[in-house]
């Protein structure tokens, strides 16, 4: 049987070859973007293809912008699905049910256009395949979405009344080779332009631009098949093309992306060059780019933005590598295919390391054991070949790309070979990637994703097993840290080891932006909002940036965790010391500051760190520091110092802070005790200094004016995390579940006794979940020195606590009124034992709505680390409660409960209740990263173990 062009296992028919991609040059350009006819039916079958011919009336039609997704636009709507494909399995085919959009576009061309001249009609990215036709000429068909294509159409092109027709279906052969984990988003979502070819201009050129690092010189050759001259006016260059030329110059690299204005010039065309020398090489086992070793400090980006899925406009690319530079991540993957290349141009300008990965994943297959899998199937081959050319052609002129990578899990086979013997021979001057075959056969570096800890450290000591081959290659992790919702955990952990094994070249996070869509009813929309018949739920939401592209505190960590200077404080001899952990720069573009803070920002004394500006990569000084303040009142002494940038970049402001380190000069001075008071009872109430308790059940109604709205008691349970719950296939040590079924979340206080003696309040309990014997023995302490109130718990577990607890503390109801917080420890945002490296110890203010980290989907978050104090006030200076930890504690207020937040499925399911719900932490769980990877570390873990902590309860604010 024949098959329809989109389902036959063809890349195309009728475009041209590819080529490099560059924007800018003197040839005259049309940009058919804009709003375009649109008619969605339902199959592929059966259509006919009237709608191309000239002088078809689509005035009835919809409209849509291209680029754009129609599912986006108001017909039909998305599906999400990690690796399963959402229609049956039977390469190449595809269902009879296959969204089909036509679209139409009419346009004249702009005055003085040569049209008798050639002309290319380029498509920057259609999802999944296209028929082409202009005035009624079909010119032929494509596959591969974010892939360019272009077709010659100069021969038809008229002065006015064009019409060009294009016909996408939603699933396609193509579609195979597009398992990636994301949604599946139909349309024309990238540029479409018309471009003229003049005569006499280059089809085709090659770039290349290396540097030796022994010499200080740079070598420029410019390949083209049309003949003409490179120049680069600032470097006194002017040469043919094909003829090299050797000359001092300052080199590319991510740290300072030095690029140079050149131009090609050929008798029809000049084209703005922006070179940037660098050598990309294999050295002595590692990655190393002008002789020096790379350290990824790397992030997964997919294109998404919440309204527009993956048609990205400029702005949103350079907010996204701004943002990236501004918290510290040196290098992108561009997960899992291409991105728009305008992108590219931005890693060169800005300064990232960049794999650039073909359009290719079969992730599917593997529900099948890869039976059946293209990448080892020759009869796809061809289509691979294309898509690695079409990857490797368009983005060979980038100095920021330094590495290909074939794909992303697609297992196997003669595919991938073909295609990494095809990449080596057309560009040896840069590496291969690829992690889905263990052999490492056709890869320059030994790439994983999500290995633990202890793997990777083995890794870098050069003790895994595995081939010999493999065993001397260099180490990246291509994907780990997996950000969705609350985490990742144990990222210091890991940049601990890449510092300290020279194998291990870093990695780079999964991923950088949740891909939550926007959507009237849930806020963000994720894996079966759209009723999907299959799906994946909120596994796309894992992102290190929320959908708005606002940091989410993963960022922030991370910003931390690979900050390019360390600094360490010795408080006997009050010296820092400083490290500079670049690869390339040394430290003349920042500049350094110290801060002593007693108890918090209001009395700061600060001055400048003179750190020497030419501390180079990997050298270190140590500077003495002025005395600190004397601490007035037995107030704490904190040090804060920080490096920031000192002039203006082009991806940053003045002041931006680019590393800081926050240290206890002295120790929090001990908290009194307080005691001595006697407890009063009268009728069911009993009274202590502020404390009005039930007598039967011992529990606190009230401190001073203000009623509880639920007294203080244990608490376990915290909502789980993604990477609580962890995903399907990670091992039973899921604890999410596990605590679940335990029933943590449904704890039982059985009262056990009450007793008033002569300085204070004791209340017995035990504290066990239905159906189980196990338990938590809990004594409750209450004393008062007539002013304030300490309770002291001391917790007993029972039983055989198998499972780590999700968190040790008390929970208490507040009136809502007390929405304020104040406290002094860390912040400002959340920190979890393994996830807090941001966190900074100082005196925080914020209304309790914004201490929730607004995670798509909802689920435990927060949390304030190492609080001393806190305060619930009515408004900023109102009046409320006090809370001193003894010792330091974990600090959470929210408006709803954690039964509501457990029921929520969106964020808008959240609604401020009556209460302010507060939780004061003695331990937390870490948070690890088992919703793809590894989960906690064991020295994270909170464990069943006999617990003693205090809290004293004063009133704060105004009068008082
Ligand atoms: C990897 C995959 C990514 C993504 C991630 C989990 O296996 O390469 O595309 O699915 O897991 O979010």
């Given amino acids: 049987m024949e098959l329809p ?102 346009f004249d061309l702009p005055g003085g256009w040569p049209a008798d001249e050639d002309a290319v009609l380029r498509f920057d990215g259609v999802e999944s395949c296209a028929r082409v036709w202009l005035n009624g000429t079909p010119l032929g068909d494509f596959k591969g ?129 922006r070179v940037g020398f660098r050598t990309v090489a294999l050295t002595d086992g590692l990655i190393t780019v002008n002789g020096r070793p790379l350290l990824f400090r790397g992030v997964n980006r997919h294109e998404f933005h919440p309204e527009k899925g993956r048609a990205l406009d400029r702005a949103t690319m350079r907010a996204d590598v701004q943002l990236m530079k501004q918290n510290n991540i040196n290098a992108v993957r561009t997960s899992h295919y291409p991105p728009h290349p305008a992108f590219l141009d931005l890693c060169d300008e800005l300064g990232l390391w960049v794999i650039d990965e073909c359009d290719l994943e079969t992730h599917g297959f593997t529900m099948l054991g890869w039976r059946g899998n293209p990448a080892d199937d020759d009869r796809w081959t061809p289509a ?25 899990e697609c297992g196997t086979g003669r595919g991938l070979r073909a295609m990494a013997a095809w990449i080596r021979d057309r560009d040896p001057d840069r590496l291969l990637h690829y992690e889905g075959d263990p052999s490492c056969q056709d890869t320059d570096m030994y790439s994983r994703m999500y290995a633990d800890h202890a793997e990777v450290e083995r890794i870098g000591r050069g003790e895994d097993e595995g081939p010999e081959a493999r065993r001397r290659l260099p180490f990246v992790l291509c994907e780990y840290g997996h950000a969705m919702g609350n985490g990742p955990g144990g990222l210091r952990e890991y940049q601990d080891l890449f510092e300290r094994y020279e194998r291990l070249q870093g990695g780079f996070i999964w991923e950088w932006i949740d891909h939550g869509l926007l959507h009237p009813a849930f806020g963000y929309a994720y894996g079966g909002d759209f009723g999907e018949e299959l799906h994946d739920g909120n596994f796309v939401c894992d992102g290190l940036c929320f959908p708005d592209r606002s940091p989410s505190p993963g960022l922030l960590d991370y910003k931390q965790v690979i900050q390019p200077v360390r600094f360490t404080y010795d408080p006997v001899s009050g010296t820092v010391s400083v490290t500079n952990l670049y690869d390339f720069a040394d430290l ?41 303040p004397q601490a007035a009142g037995g107030a704490e002494i904190r040090l804060h110092v920080s490096a920031m940038v000192c002039e203006e970049t082009n991806w940053t402001s003045l002041d931006h802070v680019v ?31 502020p404390g009005r308790f039930d007598a039967r059940t011992g529990e606190l109604r009230a401190l001073a004016d203000v009623t509880l709205t639920a007294a203080p008691r244990l608490e376990v349970w915290r909502v789980p995390t993604d990477n609580d719950d962890g995903a399907p296939w990670q091992p ?79 929970r208490l109801g507040l009136p809502a009124a007390l929405g304020y917080a104040h406290w002094f420890g860390g912040g400002p945002g959340e920190a979890y034992p393994d996830t807090g490296s941001a966190s900074c110890v100082s005196r925080w203010n914020m209304d309790v709505g914004r201490m929730q980290t607004p995670y798509v989907r909802p689920q435990e978050n927060g949390a304030r680390a ?26 959470s207020a929210r408006r709803w409960s954690d039964a509501e937040l457990d029921a929520a499925a969106h964020r808008t399911d959240l609604k401020p209740g009556p209460a302010v719900w507060v939780h004061l932490d003695h331990g937390q769980r870490g948070i690890g990263s088992q919703s793809c990877g590894p989960g906690v570390l064991s020295q994270h873990e909170l464990h069943a173990e006999p617990a003693e902590f205090t809290f004293t309860f004063a009133m704060a604010g105004r009068g008082r």
């Avoid at 007693?598 to 501390?615: I, N, Q, R, T």
């Avoid at 001595?676 to 009728?683: A, W």
């Avoid at 609080?867 to 600090?891: M, Q, S, T």
């Fill in 5 to 106: 062009h989109h389902e036959d296992v063809s890349p195309g028919t009728g475009g041209l070859a590819p080529r490099a991609w560059y924007a800018g040059s003197d040839a005259a350009v049309l940009s058919l973007n804009g709003s375009w006819r649109f008619r969605l039916s339902p199959g592929a079958h059966g259509l006919d293809e009237s709608f191309a011919a000239a002088g078809f009336d689509a005035a009835a039609w919809d409209e849509v912008v291209v680029p754009g997704h129609w599912v986006l636009q108001g017909h039909g709507a998305p599906v999400y699905t990690n690796q399963m494909y959402p229609f049956p399995v039977d390469p190449p085919r595809v269902p009879t049910q296959n969204p089909t959009g036509d679209h139409l576009r009419g």
């Fill in 659 to 689: 590393a800081r380190a926050d240290f206890a000069v002295t120790p929090r001075p001990p908290v009194p005790v307080a005691t001595g008071e006697r407890p009063r009872r009268s009728g069911y109430d009993v009274a202590l200094g």
């Fill in 732 to 810: 039973d040590t899921r604890y999410g579940p596990l605590w679940r079924k335990l029933g943590l979340d449904r704890m039982q206080h059985r009262l056990d006794g009450v007793e008033s003696d002569a300085d204070g309040l004791t209340v017995r309990t035990r504290v066990a979940p239905a159906a189980r014997d196990l338990a938590l023995r809990t004594v409750y302490r209450w004393t008062s020195d007539g002013t304030a109130l300490r309770l002291a718990v001391a917790v007993t577990p029972e039983g055989d606590w198998e499972v780590p607890l999700p968190r040790l503390g008390i």
């Fill in 384 to 408: 691979l070949l294309d898509r690695a050319a079409r990857t490797v052609e368009r983005d060979k002129n980038h100095p920021s790309v330094i590495i290909w990578s074939l794909g992303n």
């Fill in 866 to 891: 190492d609080v001393r104090w806190a305060e619930l006030r009515d408004g900023f200076d109102g009046a409320g409660v006090r809370i001193v930890g003894d010792p330091e504690f974990w600090f």
């Fill in 145 to 273: 979405s974010r892939l360019p294509h272009e077709f010659a159409v100069g021969h038809l092109l008229r002065p006015e009344g064009n019409v060009l027709a294009v016909r996408v279906h939603q699933w396609s052969s193509g579609s195979y080779l597009e398992d990636q984990d994301q949604w599946w988003l139909p349309g024309i979502f990238r540029d479409v332009t018309l471009l003229h070819r003049p005569e006499g201009a280059a089809r085709d050129f090659f770039t290349h631009a290396s540097y030796d690092h022994e010499a200080g010189t740079g070598t420029l050759r410019v390949d083209s098949d049309v003949p003409g001259r490179v120049t680069v006016p600032e470097l006194g260059v002017d040469v043919a093309t094909g003829q090299s030329v050797t000359v001092p110059v300052e080199p590319w690299s991510a740290e300072r992306p030095r690029l140079y204005d050149a131009e090609l010039a050929t008798a029809g065309e000049r084209i703005p060059l």
């Fill in 588 to 628: 003349a573009e920042l500049a350094f500051e110290w801060t002593y803070l007693a108890d918090g920002p209001a009395h700061p004394v600060s001055g400048p760190l003179d750190v020497p500006p030419e501390l180079g990569p990997g050298e270190s000084v140590e500077l003495k520091l002025p005395d600190p």
